[in-house]
């Protein structure tokens, strides 16, 4: 885990091997004690009233519970909630409640409920008092409070399931990993007035064994879950089979949040290009090399088919079989055909401009993509060798990537 927070006039950072050893250090600062009181929570219900009313501040629990602190903008809170929804319809009649608490304002929280539902109550944490009584500094956050109002366990909701709950209820023990959230709604640049960081970011192994999800925007990148390889090819801009990864990095996952106010996707990817080499102890190299590929050209003495675009705004699209751009220079049906071959694709039509074309195939026959280039476009592709940049992660223990 590599976590960094720069401030004005201070740079705080701290580095650690696994997200474990992190979360034992915060553990060891908090109040929060499993078998502890659970603190009284105080939230507003606009979306949905609580048939117990021992949510308020002045009555204790009589029911066993859990708490999901999550937020709209969180994408594991909202990849999260479908497998809650299937928990609370499970759990319906058992003496059990599920309250899915959010700091965010009324009316955005609303807007998503006409979206998404969601099971259980929804609660706003206005003043973001009850987070802060639960030391909540991370997304998404469970908290399993028993029937006695005793804290059963904070952890993640992917850790949560049936068997889990059934002994909630029955008042057992229940031990739970505690992972690090990538999120920080409270208490971050606004503990005794200070502004908000300038830089946010955060590398870890992940503990998520499903497809990796990667996106960015409004100066944030998120990435959750997602192979060493795929992060560098999403970084660098090369495909993955251009990546060469040590064995023993190219099955690990990671999560990232890197946060830079203003800052474009260009520059959000730059920072985690600077962050990478730390997270994987060792050193990230470009290299020249000849390789296979298919080149894009057009013939001598013949007429390209392409229609220049008088079109002002660019659009892009395909499906099975069909390629289709609006005011796109001809690297971007390079790129369509690259992804469409599994192989690398060079452009050497030297062909300036922007053109709308739809190139259609048979996707039955991934052959026919050639004849459809030279009949439909008026191109040729043809296998050739050229050099082509590779990227090599070399660990510092001195082993490499082959």
């Not at 259980?120 to 639960?134: H, R, V």
């Not at 071959?341 to 993509?369: F, M, N, Q």
């Amino acid at each position: 885990m590599t976590l960094i927070k720069l401030r004005r006039g201070r740079i705080v950072a701290a580095f650690a091997g696994v997200a474990c050893l992190a979360v034992q250090l915060a553990a060891a600062e908090t109040g929060l004690r499993v078998g502890g009181e659970a603190p009284p929570l105080k939230l507003v219900f606009p979306f949905t009233k609580p048939a117990d009313q021992a949510v308020t501040p002045s009555m204790a629990p009589r029911r066993a519970r859990v708490l999901e602190f999550w937020a709209t903008y969180c994408v594991p809170c909202v990849a999260a909630i479908p497998h809650l929804n299937r928990l609370v319809d499970q759990f319906k009649n058992e003496p059990i409640d599920f309250i899915a608490i959010t700091a965010e304002d009324e009316s955005l929280v609303q807007r998503f409920l006409g979206t998404h539902s969601m099971g259980g109550l929804i609660a706003l944490d206005e003043a973001g008092q009850t987070g802060k009584s639960y030391e909540l500094t991370f997304l998404p956050m469970t908290v399993l409070i028993d029937s006695k109002g005793k804290l059963a366990g904070v952890t993640s909701p992917s850790h949560i399931d049936a068997g889990v709950l059934k002994s909630l209820i029955a008042g057992q023990a229940i031990n739970l990993p505690v992972p690090i959230g990538l999120y920080r709604p409270y208490g971050v640049g606004d503990e005794s007035g200070n502004p908000n960081p300038l830089v946010w970011a955060v590398v870890r192994p992940s503990l998520e064994q499903g497809d990796g999800d990667i996106s960015s925007g409004e100066g944030k990148l998120i990435i959750q879950g997602a192979r060493l390889r795929e992060v560098l090819a999403r970084a660098y801009g090369l495909p993955e089979r251009r990546i060469n990864v040590p064995q023993d990095l190219d099955a690990q996952r990671y999560d990232a949040l890197i946060e830079r106010a203003g800052a474009t996707d260009d520059a959000l990817y730059e920072t985690l290009k600077q962050l990478l080499p730390i997270a994987v102890n060792g050193r990230i190299e470009l290299e020249t090399r000849p390789a296979p590929v298919m080149i894009l050209s057009l013939p001598p003495g013949k007429q390209t088919r392409l229609k220049e675009s008088k079109a002002t705004e660019s659009d892009e699209s395909g499906g099975a079989g069909s390629i289709r751009f609006v005011a796109r220079p001809l690297r971007h049906l390079a790129l369509g055909l690259q992804y469409e071959l599994g192989r690398d694709v060079v452009d050497e039509t030297a062909l300036p401009g922007l053109y709308d074309l739809t190139l259609k195939w048979d996707p039955d026959k991934p052959e026919s993509i050639f004849g459809a280039v030279e009949s439909q476009l008026g191109l040729a592709l043809t296998p050739g060798e050229r050099p082509m940049t590779f990227l090599v992660v070399k660990e510092n223990s001195g082993s490499t990537a082959k």
